[in-house]
């Protein structure tokens, strides 16, 4: 999600609310360059959603520690890679 909405989406009042953004889950937030995942980290420890971290680096940094990417099309001009969910629970 863009970092703009993210305050209003783990907002369980805000009518945007996500719900995946709450419970006991571990959230791990990334974007290009590891800046706005760690602003973002830090809003969501602020707002009360203790389980969370960001990786340091990125994107890339993501790509070099192996994690699986893959391409996906979104309808618009630039297709986005984004990080395969992994399907194991931890």
Avoid: W
């Amino acid at each position: 999600m863009p970092r703009g909405f993210l305050e209003f989406q783990a907002d369980p009042t805000s009518p945007t609310h996500k719900p995946e953004l709450g419970g006991s889950k571990k959230l791990v937030l990334y974007c290009g360059s590891g800046n706005r995942s760690a602003l973002g980290a830090k809003t969501l420890k602020e707002m009360g959603i203790t389980n969370v971290a960001h990786v340091a680096g990125g994107f890339a940094a993501l790509q070099q520690a192996g994690g699986l990417v893959e391409e996906v099309n979104c309808g618009a001009a630039i297709d986005v890679r984004r990080l395969r969910q992994s399907t194991t629970s931890s």
